[in-house]
C-alpha cells in the first residue's frame, strides 16, 4: 500500500514491494509467526473463492495458539451462513506489515465459529516490502481540497505513505476529487495536531459514502524556522545519545541512535526496512538518553528525510528541529556541547564564589565607588549571588571561561521581564588571556542562537547598559544598533543615573494641581505615542508596558518560588489629570546587578516642563517602596536631568535587541572579531586586567 518517492533504484512503485520470486518458509517459522499473531491480538485473512462466479472473498480471523501441526482460527465477525454456503476456502494470507505469506494448508474445516486445518509443511512469502507499514488506532484524519473536507480515521502508516478510511458528508461526493493536484492532511489525537502538510491521493477504493485513501506527503523536508546564516554547530558525542519515544501514530516505542546534536536539534539514524517517521510529523515528547540517570525530555519536529547507505543495509537519516525544552535540561545540553567544543567554557557550572569575587575585583569590574555604594549591604550581595550561582535557578544563566582553575572570563543574564533577559556583569581578564571576553561574548551569543526560537525560553529581547565611555560594549552592541539602523531591531536610549536620598515625604509633598497616582489604562498609549515619537526603540515591548495585568505575572511568582523578591509597580505623574511622566518602581532583592540596575526606578519624563520639585517629589513618595536608604534612578531623556540641574553620576546607553535579529548581529560580530581569531594567547603575567562592563 506504500507509495514510494525519492528512493533507491532497487525499490518498486506504489505499494512499497519488491515483487521477487516466491521464497519457500518453513512449517516451523510459520508456526513461530502465527503465534506470534496470536500473542499480539492480530488477524490473518482468510480467503474464499465464490463456487459459481469465481470471485474472491477476504474473512478475518484470528489463529488460535499453534503446537506445530493444527491451526485453529475463529471469526473476528462471523460470516453469514449463505457465505459459507456458496463459497470455498481458498487459502490463507498472513501479512505482518513487511512480509506476507501464501499458505495452502490441508484438510480444512469451515464453519459458523472458525475454520480448522492442516498446516502444510512449507508456505511462501509472496510479497516483501522494503518499508513496514504499521497499524495505528484512534488517529483521526481529515483532508481538504477546494473546500470540500473529509473526515476519517488512520488505518496504518509507513513513513512514505499514510492509508486512511474517511466518510463523505451528506449531500457530498468523493467525485469531487481531483486525483491531479494535492489535498490538505491533517493528522491528530485528541485534538492535538500531529501532522499537517500537502499530499498526493496515490490509491483510492470508496463508494457512496466511505473510502479509503492512500496519501502520499509531497515533500520529504521542509524549513521550520526561517534559513540562518549562523546554525547551530552540530556535535558528534562518544558515546552518542538515544532518542526515545512513543510514537504518536501508532503507539509503538521508539529507540533510535542519534548521529549529530546541536542546541536546536539533532538526527538520527534508522534501517529502511523499519523506519517509521517522515518529515512533518510532530512528537509531542520524546527523551534523548545519555544515560540511565541522564536523560532530558523535548517536542521535537521531523523536519527531513534522506537516504543513504549503512554497513549493511539502507537506512533513512532523520533531522529533528527541537521545538520546546525545559530550560533546565536544555541548559544540561547546552553546558554539554559547549564543552565539547571548548573544554574551557561553562554553563551554569558550579562557582567557587571566593575566586568568583577575586576576578571581580582584580579584573577592575568592581572598581571603587561600585564598592562605595553596596559595600554596607555585601552580606545580603554575597546570599545573592551564592544562590545565583550554586543552586541553578531557572531565571538566571552565567557563562564562564576558565583554564586550570582561573577565571578569565564571565558574563551573566538574568530574566527581568517575562520575555525579556538583562545581559550584565562582562568582565575578562586582558593580560592573562586576550580572547577570554570574546570567548564568553561567543557563548552567549551562541546559547541565544540555539534557543531563542522556543517558547519556554521567554527569549524574545535581550537588553544591556553599558557606559558610552566604555569602547567594548559602545563598539558592539552600539556599533551594530547603528549599523542596523532600524530600532525596532535593535534601539539604543541614553539614560541619566543618579542616587536618591531618602527624604521625608511630607516635606516634598506634590503641590496643586499635581498628583502621583497608580498609571492608567490610558496613559499606557500615551506613553507608547511619546517613546515612538521621541525613540521608536523597543522600550515598551521589551518591558512589558503594555497593561496592568490583574494579578502578579508568571514571572513574579517564578521569583518568588525561588526565594527571591520580584515586584514592578507603574505610576503616572499627572497635572491637571494630564499626563507628565511615567514612573516605573522594579523591586527586587539587592544584588542582582552590580550597579543595582535590577532594584531601581526608571523615569520617563513626557513632558520637558515638569518641574523638578515635582519629579522629586515624585521620588520621595516612590522610595518608600525600597528598604534602603539610597535609591538608584535612571531618567529618560537625559537631557532633562541637563536642563533641569539634578544630580547626575553617569550616563548609561540602554540596548534592547529583538532576537530575530541575532543572525545580523553575528554576521556583525564576525566582521569585528575576524582579525583577533589568529592571534596568539599571551603568556599569564601578572594580575592585571581589565573589565568590559561597569
Known amino acids: 500500500m506504500d507509495s514510494l518517492k525519492n528512493i533507491p533504484q532497487?525499490?518498486?512503485?506504489?505499494?512499497?514491494?519488491?515483487?521477487?520470486?516466491?521464497?519457500?518458509?518453513?512449517?516451523?517459522?510459520l508456526v513461530n509467526k502465527l503465534n506470534f499473531i496470536n500473542f499480539s491480538d492480530r488477524t490473518i485473512l482468510v480467503n474464499f473463492k465464490h463456487s459459481k462466479y469465481a470471485s474472491t472473498l477476504s474473512l478475518q480471523a484470528k489463529p488460535l495458539p499453534c503446537a506445530g501441526e493444527r491451526l485453529e482460527c475463529v471469526w473476528s465477525t462471523p460470516p453469514a451462513a449463505e457465505i459459507l454456503r456458496t463459497h470455498t476456502f481458498l487459502n490463507l494470507f498472513i501479512n505482518d506489515g513487511h512480509t506476507c505469506l501464501l499458505?495452502?494448508?490441508?484438510?480444512?474445516?469451515?464453519?459458523?465459529?472458525g475454520v480448522c486445518m492442516l498446516l502444510p509443511d512449507e508456505c511462501h512469502e509472496i510479497k516483501s516490502r522494503i518499508m513496514d507499514r504499521h497499524p495505528c488506532q484512534g488517529i483521526q484524519v481529515q483532508f481538504s481540497q477546494n473546500s470540500a473536507v473529509y473526515s476519517g480515521t488512520l488505518?496504518?502508516?509507513?513513513?512514505?505513505?499514510?492509508?486512511?478510511?474517511?466518510?463523505?458528508?451528506?449531500?457530498?461526493?468523493?467525485?469531487?476529487?481531483?486525483?491531479?493536484?494535492?489535498v490538505n492532511l491533517q493528522l491528530y489525537s485528541e485534538q492535538e495536531i500531529l501532522y499537517s502538510g500537502e499530499c498526493t491521493l496515490v490509491r483510492k477504493n470508496f463508494d457512496q459514502t466511505t473510502g479509503f485513501f492512500v496519501l502520499t506527503p509531497v515533500n520529504t523536508n521542509f524549513q521550520r524556522f526561517k534559513p540562518k546564516r549562523y546554525r547551530s554547530s552540530r556535535h558528534r558525542l562518544t558515546p552518542s545519545p538515544n532518542m526515545v519515544f512513543i510514537h504518536p501514530l501508532t503507539g509503538k516505542t521508539v529507540n533510535l541512535k542519534i548521529i549529530d546534536i546541536s542546541g536546536s536539534g539533532f538526527s538520527v539514524e534508522e534501517s529502511m526496512r523499519g523506519s517509521m517517521?517522515?518529515?512533518?510529523?510532530?512528537?509531542?515528547?520524546?527523551?534523548?538518553?545519555?544515560?540511565?540517570?541522564?536523560?532530558?525530555?523535548?517536542?521535537?519536529?521531523?523536519?527531513?528525510?534522506?537516504?543513504?547507505?549503512?554497513?549493511?543495509?539502507?537506512?533513512?537519516?532523520y533531522g529533528l528541529a527541537i521545538l520546546n525544552m525545559d530550560m533546565n535540561d536544555h541548559v544540561s545540553l547546552m553546558s554539554l556541547l559547549h564543552q565539547t567544543k571548548n573544554r574551557d567554557s561553562y554553563i551554569d557550572a558550579a562557582v567557587d564564589m571566593d575566586a568568583l569575587w577575586s576576578f571581580f575585583f582584580d579584573s577592575g569590574f568592581i572598581y571603587p565607588s561600585k564598592y562605595a555604594f553596596f559595600q554596607s549591604n555585601k552580606l545580603e550581595i554575597k546570599s545573592t549571588f551564592e544562590k545565583l550561582y550554586n543552586h541553578n535557578p531557572s531565571i538566571a544563566r552565567h557563562f564562564i571561561y576558565q583554564k586550570k582553575g582561573n577565571i578569565l572570563g564571565h558574563m551573566a543574564m538574568l530574566r527581568f521581564y517575562e520575555n525579556s533577559w538583562l545581559i550584565h556583569h562582562h568582565a575578562a581578564s586582558k593580560t592573562e588571556s586576550m580572547k577570554a571576553g570574546l570567548v564568553?561574548?561567543?557563548?552567549?551569543?551562541?546559547?541565544?542562537?540555539?534557543?531563542?526560537?522556543?517558547?519556554?525560553?521567554?527569549?524574545?529581547?535581550?537588553?544591556?547598559?553599558?557606559?558610552p565611555e566604555n569602547k567594548f560594549p559602545n563598539?558592539?552592541?552600539?556599533?551594530?544598533?547603528?549599523?542596523?539602523?532600524?530600532?525596532?531591531?535593535?534601539?539604543?536610549?541614553?539614560?541619566?543615573?543618579f542616587h536618591y536620598r531618602k527624604t521625608v515625604p511630607s516635606a516634598t509633598s506634590l503641590p496643586a494641581p499635581w498628583a502621583l497616582t497608580e498609571i492608567r489604562p490610558e496613559d499606557y498609549a500615551e506613553l507608547k505615542s511619546y517613546y515612538g515619537f521621541t525613540s521608536g526603540g523597543l522600550l515598551m515591548e521589551a518591558f512589558d508596558l503594555h497593561s496592568a495585568p490583574a494579578v502578579p505575572g508568571e514571572l513574579a511568582q517564578e521569583y518568588q518560588r525561588l526565594g527571591f523578591k520580584k515586584e514592578k509597580r507603574l505610576y503616572s505623574l499627572l497635572k491637571d489629570s494630564e499626563l507628565k511622566a511615567i514612573i516605573i518602581a522594579d523591586v527586587t532583592d539587592i544584588g542582582f546587578n552590580m550597579s543595582n540596575l535590577t532594584n531601581c526606578t526608571t523615569v520617563i519624563i513626557l513632558d520637558e516642563l515638569t518641574p523638578r520639585l515635582c519629579v522629586e517629589s515624585a521620588l520621595a513618595t516612590v522610595s518608600e517602596e525600597y528598604e534602603h536608604q539610597e535609591m538608584p534612578v535612571l531618567i529618560y531623556p537625559a537631557a532633562y536631568v541637563d536642563n533641569n540641574s539634578l544630580p547626575i553620576d553617569k550616563r548609561y546607553t540602554l540596548c534592547i535587541m529583538n532576537l530575530q535579529y541575532t543572525d545580523l548581529f553575528l554576521k556583525f560580530c564576525d566582521e569585528i572579531f575576524q582579525p583577533l581569531k589568529n592571534r596568539p594567547e599571551p603568556v599569564m603575567a601578572g594580575a592585571a586586567r581589565k573589565a568590559f562592563h561597569v
Open 155 to 182: 488505518v496504518d502508516v509507513s513513513p512514505v505513505s499514510v492509508r486512511t478510511h474517511v466518510t463523505a458528508r451528506p449531500q457530498q461526493s468523493f467525485e469531487w476529487l481531483n486525483f491531479a493536484i494535492p
Open 475 to 497: 563598539r558592539i552592541f552600539g556599533g551594530f544598533a547603528k549599523q542596523l539602523n532600524d530600532p525596532q531591531g535593535c534601539s539604543l536610549d541614553t539614560f541619566a543615573y
Open 277 to 317: 517517521l517522515f518529515a512533518g510529523l510532530l512528537i509531542p515528547e520524546l527523551e534523548l538518553q545519555f544515560s540511565h540517570s541522564c536523560h532530558m525530555k523535548c517536542q521535537a519536529q521531523v523536519v527531513h528525510r534522506t537516504y543513504g547507505t549503512g554497513e549493511n543495509e539502507d537506512v533513512v537519516i
Open 103 to 113: 499458505v495452502n494448508p490441508k484438510m480444512v474445516i469451515v464453519d459458523e465459529q
Open 440 to 467: 564568553v561574548l561567543k557563548q552567549i551569543s551562541s546559547y541565544l542562537n540555539d534557543l531563542y526560537h522556543l517558547h519556554s525560553a521567554h527569549l524574545n529581547f535581550i537588553f544591556y547598559y553599558f557606559r
Open 10 to 29: 532497487n525499490a518498486s512503485s506504489a505499494d512499497g514491494a519488491c515483487l521477487d520470486k516466491p521464497k519457500s518458509i518453513c512449517k516451523e517459522k
